[in-house]
Each structure stands twice: as C-alpha cells, then as structure tokens.
C-alpha cells in the first residue's frame, strides 16, 4: 500500500523568510512524488515532480522540493515567501512498482504568509 | 482552450436522489480520476479508469458509479446509498505515461438538503 503524512495541518511563515512544508511517503516499490497547491474553491495545481535523477527538484512559482530516500520525505522549500504563496498544499506519491496506477495524497497543509 | 471541464460548480441535491457530475477533458488523455476532498482529509480516491470501457474502484467507492464510454468523458454518479456524500469533487486526468502529472478540473461541490 502507499501513503503519504503531511503532519503539520498549518504552516504560518513571514513574508521574505524562507518556508518548508513537510511531507513523508510509504511505499512497496519506488516512488513518484508529487506536489500540488489548491486555492479557495478550486482545483489542484501541479507545482514539482521527483521521477528519478537529481534529489533537488525545482518547480512552478519559484518552490523546490528535496527528495530524500533513507528519510523517506520530500518537503517542499522556498527560499523567500510570498503573501501570494498562501494556500492549501498537497504531497501525493504513486508508487511504480505496484498496479495502481493513481496518486495517493497527504492530508494538506495550510500556508499562511503574513506581510 | 484546453482542460478539464466539471460541471455544475455547485450542485444541490435531495436525500434519496441520485446525481450525476459531469468530467469532459479535451487534453487526449488515457487515465481519468475522480477524488472526493473533505476538510482536514485530503483527497480520497474514489474510481479510477485507465482506458475506455475500464475502470476500477479507488479507496472509497461505495454509493458511487461512474462509465467511461468515450476517452474524453468520465461522469460520477452519486447514489441514493452513499450516506454522507456533502463534499467538494475533484476530477483529473493524466496520459498513459508512468512518470507524468495528472490534471484536474475545478471541482464540484455537492451538497445535500
């Protein structure tokens, strides 16, 4: 089975510090990992993928996530938040090595940026 | 214009009744998703289908349906049997191709009166 923790439900960070959203997964195989951002009322938005290759991934809207295998996380990072940046975030894995061929995702986090 | 298309945005419906959301996509692509989010839960996994005329259950099918007759449409139907079904209905999809990302639509959120 596959699965994925987002265990802080909100993140509340200052406009211009750097923020991290944390995710950590559990798969049989190997993982694709993904993260999406929703707005109010809206749907998913993509924002970064890790397939294979390079631990540091780089994505939409200046975020970055750092895949991590023997910690089993991917935390989403930017370096200077935005107030633009708050949102609702969501970690999902699949997991290549299994027949279910869906995403499975986290709970969410609250990103708060205040001015 | 390309995407995902849900439709209605909001939808009201009376016990006992069923409903049906509609998910067009015009992006070509194989695999349809729907998921059902509920606050502080994320997003559950409700069907899913792979290719025309196939589908499977996800995590929480039970007092759902859906059909996927043609690649393009993959609509839900929730039944009189699903007993709590007030929520926000994400729809996605995604090609054929392991590594990619899917994409979803805007939602629908359904509430029962």
């Known amino acids: 089975a596959q699965s994925v923790a987002q265990p802080e439900d909100q993140v509340n960070v200052a406009e211009g510090n750097p923020l991290t959203v944390k995710c950590t997964y559990s798969?049989?195989?190997?993982?694709?990992l993904f993260w999406y951002v929703q707005y109010p009322n809206r749907g998913l938005q993509f924002l970064l993928k890790?397939?294979?290759?390079?631990?540091l991934v780089k994505g939409s809207y200046g975020f970055e996530a750092e895949f991590n295998k023997s910690q089993t996380s991917f935390h989403l990072k930017k370096p200077s938040a935005l107030v633009s940046d708050s949102a609702l975030y969501f970690c999902?894995?699949?997991?290549?090595?299994?027949?279910?061929?869906?995403?499975?995702f986290g709970s969410g986090t609250r990103l708060q940026v205040q001015p | 214009d390309g995407g995902i298309t849900q439709s209605p945005k909001y939808l009201f419906r009376k016990e006992g009744q069923n409903v049906t959301l509609s998910c067009e996509q015009n992006?070509?692509?194989?695999?349809m998703y729907w998921y059902r989010q509920d606050p502080g839960q994320g997003l559950r996994l409700i069907y899913y289908?792979?290719?025309?005329?196939?589908?499977q259950k996800g995590d929480i099918a039970e007092g759902y349906s859906v059909s996927r007759e043609k690649k393009e449409s993959f609509p839900l139907t929730v039944t009189s049997a699903q007993k709590n079904p007030t929520a926000f209905y994400l729809c996605?999809?995604?090609?054929?191709?392991?590594?990619?990302?899917?994409?979803f639509g805007q939602g629908t959120r359904l509430t029962v009166v």
């Open positions: 992006l070509n692509h194989d695999a």
């Open positions: 289908s792979q290719i025309v005329n196939d589908f």
């Open positions: 996605a999809s995604r090609t054929g191709v392991p590594n990619t990302e899917a994409f």
């Open positions: 798969v049989s195989g190997n993982p694709y």
């Open positions: 999902a894995v699949r997991d290549l090595d299994t027949g279910r061929r869906a995403l499975t």
């Open positions: 890790y397939i294979t290759g390079d631990n």
